[in-house]
């Protein structure tokens, strides 16, 4: 009955019943039985929709219920899953990518000394090697392409970490290239 207690929380509820699209198992009714209304002001009572369900048929309601949201809990559960392991395969990508660049600047780093070695020994004409060079000399051209990031990624970390390997331009045989030089301040070996 509408003039129960609690006569706010009530009022309040049935505006939103009112005022809602979507059928919520409960029909509003004014003085007389079989009328139903929409206007707040002509309501007398609230009634089930479905009040001669038998027993039955209410358990197979509520089943439906209980497993409709069981359903839905566990798609979300693996929807949950497959994402957690989409991550855990992207963050063991990032961490194998990240260890093949540290290697190849390590590389990279021995391949500028060893020239370096070399032009002071006189075995080489020039103190500096060409960046695509060294990319040749430690990556199998059938590798290239799959080692592309790695090695972009390691010629940056060179670039922007070593402070012994310093990036040049030289003109070689016509063409303006980029080069790394050793720049290390004590020299070993004699010229």
Request: with cysteine.
């Amino acid at each position: 009955n509408v003039g129960g207690y609690s006569a706010e929380k009530f009022d309040s509820a049935l505006d939103w019943m009112l005022s809602s699209d979507q059928h919520l198992g409960i029909w509003a009714k004014g003085e007389d039985a079989e009328e139903l209304v929409t206007i707040r002001a002509d309501v007398f009572c609230v009634e089930s929709s479905q009040p001669r369900l038998g027993f039955v048929c209410r358990l197979k309601n509520a089943l439906y219920t209980a497993i409709s949201n069981l359903f839905m809990a566990l798609i979300g559960i693996f929807i949950l899953w497959i994402i957690l392991i989409f991550l855990r395969y992207h963050w063991q990508e990032l961490e194998e990518e990240e260890k093949q660049m540290f290697a190849m600047v390590e590389k990279i780093i021995d391949v500028v000394k060893h020239q370096h070695i070399d032009w002071t020994l006189r075995k080489e004409q020039d103190p500096y090697i060409g960046i695509l060079h060294v990319r040749d000399s430690l990556i199998m051209p059938k590798d290239r392409k799959r080692l592309r990031k790695v090695w972009d990624r390691s010629v940056k970390f060179v670039e922007d970490n070593e402070s012994r390997v310093r990036t040049e331009s030289h003109r070689i045989a016509g063409a303006d290239l980029m080069v790394w030089r050793w720049t290390e301040a004590r020299n070993k070996y004699p010229r």
